[in-house]
């Protein structure tokens, strides 16, 4: 496939477009999919075979999950909550028939929700069918994959993604630039890309969003990435809970290869690039770096100690590029427009957009890309709408279960990696979760404990162990047995289990303990002292039966 021929596919499919009066997008998301689109779609079929100018097809996460089940008339680019087969009908007598807007069921694509966003990652996720190449490519797709390897020598490309600023999306922020010049630099002929598609935690679905409405992103990405740093294997280490995910990226991988997008001689050139997929069975800790390529190997995913980096020695000792599934999406953009152009957006040290998924007690929910920088409040605020009637923001929880909690009064924190990190939290992979006044931030403290003690791996003593220390002294607190005594024992231990752990899960398991005792001390205080939950939430023992 050379540059001319793609473009030659994207004009083709752009004219069939056109041959349309109206295409309906129905949104497919996981979250749509949930709420029964399949059979609203059908509904849009039955009324689209007696009005053949209305081609009716799939589409990935539109943004706003709370509103759907969602669908957006092309070419106007209307956006509709469409929750019944009277809804369905509505859009069609009025938009597809009558050409004018169904404005009872509109959202409005200038409106919060969408004002203040900037997508990058996700520029054409809920615009095309995830299951159709063409429109991937009419909208772009692979267009810089082909430019990369047909006028750019791989150092090139390196250095845009080193002037672009970007920093893993994964967690860790590590500079994405230096990590493909590591991997790029090491001795070895035989070298590998990994996409790291495990996401696991609590509340975080970007990814998951990403792969399931844009597949071709993710696998130029990667291939952009191999031709970098000199693989010609990659792999996708994707959760087994991710089926719908799993499926497209299959079908994104077999359209590819037939197209000589991926496989043998991209581009008449020399180099190569096949992707597999590989199906994680749901252990968190299998998102760790090195635990995930034993696990790839077809060993038990536990992690080992770094150096040596996969950058050296990876996939069967021999050096491995491995970046997460949003940072491999970011790829195609920057090197199309330039790696100044997304580092001129963002924080002096947080570049680019970043894709977060927002969850829990707010009025919008669904997920969103806005510039690094954007102050937490906003996202919460403005995008989100905020809390629902009657209740009040207590705190964000971001960064998942290794992050921590923001409270209300400082929302104003811009969402860059070292500010959030300065307030005891996380950027983390970009899950959100907004917790309303009825929460009791104990409890929250114990559920994340109690996730990172099931799902400790077990290989060294300080995580093993200590995450369960830690969650029954969360426990005796919760169930009001707890003695000021143990809140320092709390601090202790944290400190412990943080400083001796071998990898991010042990060393990241205490941060939202010591981000809740920070900025939550006196609920700790009234759970041990008055023997009292302020939020009414945790299962207090009466009085007497308190420990003296
Ligand atoms: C317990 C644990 C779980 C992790 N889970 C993920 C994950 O699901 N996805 C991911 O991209 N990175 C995850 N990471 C971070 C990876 O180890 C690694 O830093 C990342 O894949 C590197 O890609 P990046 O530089 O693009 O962020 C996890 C780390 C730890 C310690
Ligand atoms: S810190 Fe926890 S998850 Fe990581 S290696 Fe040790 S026991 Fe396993």
Same mark, same amino acid.
């Given at each position: 496939?050379?540059?001319?021929?793609?473009?030659?596919?994207?004009?083709?499919?752009?004219?069939?477009?056109?041959?349309?009066?109206?295409?309906?997008?129905?949104?497919?998301?996981?979250?749509?999919?949930?709420?029964?689109?399949?059979?609203?779609?059908?509904?849009?079929?039955?009324?689209?075979?007696?009005?053949?100018?209305?081609?009716?097809?799939?589409?990935?996460?539109?943004?706003?999950?709370?509103?759907?089940?969602?669908?957006?008339?092309?070419?106007?680019?209307?956006?509709?909550?469409?929750?019944?087969?009277?809804?369905?009908?509505?859009?069609?007598?009025?938009?597809?028939?009558?050409?004018?807007?169904?404005?009872?069921?509109?959202?409005?694509?200038?409106?919060?929700?969408?004002?203040?966003?900037?997508?990058?990652?996700?520029?054409?996720?809920?615009?095309?069918?995830?299951?159709?190449?063409?429109?991937?490519?009419?909208?772009?797709?692979?267009?810089?994959?082909?430019?990369?390897?047909?006028?750019?020598?791989?150092?090139?490309?390196?250095?845009?993604?080193?002037?672009?600023?970007?920093?893993?999306?994964?967690?860790?922020?590590?500079?994405?630039?230096?990590?493909?010049?590591?991997?790029?630099?090491?001795?070895?002929?035989?070298?590998?890309?990994?996409?790291?598609?495990?996401?696991?935690?609590?509340?975080?679905?970007?990814? /998951?969003?990403?792969?399931? #409405?844009?597949?071709? !992103? +993710?696998?130029?990405?990667?291939?952009? @990435? =191999? *031709?970098?740093? &000199?693989?010609?294997?990659?792999?996708?280490?994707?959760?087994?809970?991710?089926?719908?995910?799993?499926?497209?990226?299959?079908?994104?991988?077999?359209?590819?290869?037939?197209?000589?997008?991926?496989?043998? /001689?991209?581009?008449?050139? #020399?180099?190569?690039? !096949? +992707?597999?997929?590989?199906?994680?069975? @749901? =252990? *968190?800790?299998? &998102?760790?770096?090195?635990?995930?390529?034993?696990?790839?190997?077809?060993?038990?995913?536990?992690?080992?100690?770094?150096?040596?980096?996969?950058?050296?020695?990876?996939?069967?000792?021999?050096?491995?590029?491995?970046?997460?599934?949003?940072?491999?999406?970011?790829?195609?953009?920057?090197?199309?427009?330039? @790696? =100044?152009?997304?580092?001129?957006?963002?924080?002096?040290?947080?570049?680019?957009?970043?894709?977060?998924?927002?969850?829990?007690?707010?009025?919008?929910?669904?997920?969103?890309?806005?510039?690094?920088?954007?102050?937490?409040?906003?996202?919460?605020?403005?995008?989100?709408?905020?809390?629902?009637?009657?209740?009040?923001?207590?705190?964000?929880?971001?960064?998942?279960?290794?992050?921590?909690?923001?409270?209300?009064?400082?929302?104003?924190?811009?969402?860059?990696?070292?500010?959030?990190?300065?307030?005891?939290?996380?950027?983390?992979?970009?899950?959100?979760?907004?917790?309303?006044?009825?929460?009791?931030?104990?409890?929250?403290?114990?559920?994340?404990?109690?996730?990172?003690?099931?799902?400790?791996?077990?290989?060294?003593?300080?995580?093993?162990?200590?995450?369960?220390?830690?969650?029954?002294?969360?426990?005796?607190?919760?169930?009001?047995?707890?003695?000021?005594?143990?809140?320092?024992?709390?601090?202790?231990?944290?400190?412990?289990?943080?400083?001796?752990?071998?990898?991010?899960?042990?060393?990241?398991?205490?941060?939202?303990?010591?981000?809740?005792?920070?900025?939550?001390?006196?609920?700790?205080?009234?759970?041990?002292?008055?023997?009292?939950?302020?939020?009414?939430?945790?299962?207090?023992?009466?009085?007497?039966?308190?420990?003296?």
């Amino acid at each position: 496939m050379t540059p001319e021929e793609l473009q030659r596919i994207a004009e083709a499919e752009r004219a069939r477009q056109q041959a349309f009066r109206y295409r309906v997008k129905v949104c497919e998301g996981a979250g749509c999919l949930s709420r029964g689109v399949t059979a609203l779609k059908a509904v849009f079929q039955t009324v689209a075979r007696s009005q053949p100018a209305i081609e009716v097809t799939g589409a990935g996460c539109m943004g706003p999950c709370s509103e759907g089940p969602l669908v957006r008339i092309e070419p106007d680019g209307a956006l509709y909550r469409c929750r019944s087969a009277r809804d369905v009908h509505d859009i069609a007598l009025t938009h597809l028939r009558e050409d004018r807007p169904a404005t009872h069921l509109a959202l409005d694509p200038a409106g919060p929700f969408f004002a203040a966003q900037q997508p990058v990652v996700l520029a054409s996720c809920g615009r095309i069918d995830p299951e159709r190449i063409e429109e991937a490519i009419a909208a772009g797709a692979y267009r810089a994959l082909l430019r990369a390897v047909t006028e750019m020598t791989p150092a090139q490309v390196i250095e845009q993604v080193r002037q672009s600023g970007l920093r893993g999306r994964g967690g860790a922020g590590y500079p994405t630039g230096l990590k493909w010049a590591t991997v790029a630099k090491a001795p070895g002929e035989r070298k590998y890309v990994v996409c790291n598609a495990d996401e696991g935690d609590p509340g975080a679905f970007m990814d /998951r969003t990403v792969l399931e #409405g844009d597949p071709h !992103r +993710v696998l130029e990405g990667m291939a952009i @990435g =191999a *031709y970098a740093v &000199g693989a010609s294997q990659g792999y996708v280490y994707v959760r087994g809970e991710y089926p719908l995910a799993i499926r497209r990226l299959q079908i994104a991988i077999r359209q590819a290869e037939a197209l000589r997008l991926l496989g043998a /001689r991209i581009a008449d050139s #020399g180099f190569s690039f !096949r +992707v597999d997929l590989r199906i994680g069975a @749901g =252990a *968190y800790v299998c &998102g760790e770096e090195t635990a995930l390529l034993a696990s790839i190997e077809g060993r038990r995913g536990q992690p080992r100690p770094r150096p040596p980096y996969p950058a050296e020695s990876g996939l069967w000792g021999a050096p491995t590029l491995i970046n997460n599934v949003e940072t491999f999406a970011a790829i195609p953009a920057i090197v199309a427009r330039g @790696g =100044a152009w997304y580092a001129a957006m963002g924080t002096e040290r947080s570049r680019g957009t970043k894709v977060f998924s927002l969850a829990g007690t707010v009025r919008r929910t669904g997920v969103v890309e806005v510039p690094m920088g954007m102050p937490l409040r906003r996202i919460v605020e403005e995008i989100g709408g905020g809390p629902p009637p009657g209740r009040t923001v207590k705190a964000v929880q971001t960064g998942g279960p290794g992050g921590g909690c923001v409270p209300a009064a400082l929302l104003d924190v811009p969402v860059d990696y070292e500010a959030l990190t300065a307030l005891g939290s996380m950027m983390g992979s970009g899950g959100m979760i907004v917790l309303d006044d009825r929460t009791c931030l104990v409890d929250v403290t114990r559920y994340f404990m109690r996730f990172c003690m099931d799902e400790s791996c077990g290989k060294c003593i300080p995580c093993r162990a200590g995450t369960v220390q830690l969650y029954d002294l969360l426990t005796r607190i919760a169930e009001g047995q707890g003695t000021p005594e143990d809140l320092d024992r709390l601090e202790a231990l944290a400190d412990l289990v943080r400083h001796a752990s071998l990898c991010g899960l042990g060393q990241n398991a205490p941060n939202p303990l010591l981000a809740t005792l920070r900025h939550f001390r006196d609920e700790y205080l009234a759970h041990v002292v008055e023997h009292r939950c302020p939020a009414g939430v945790c299962p207090m023992q009466p009085a007497a039966e308190v420990r003296p």
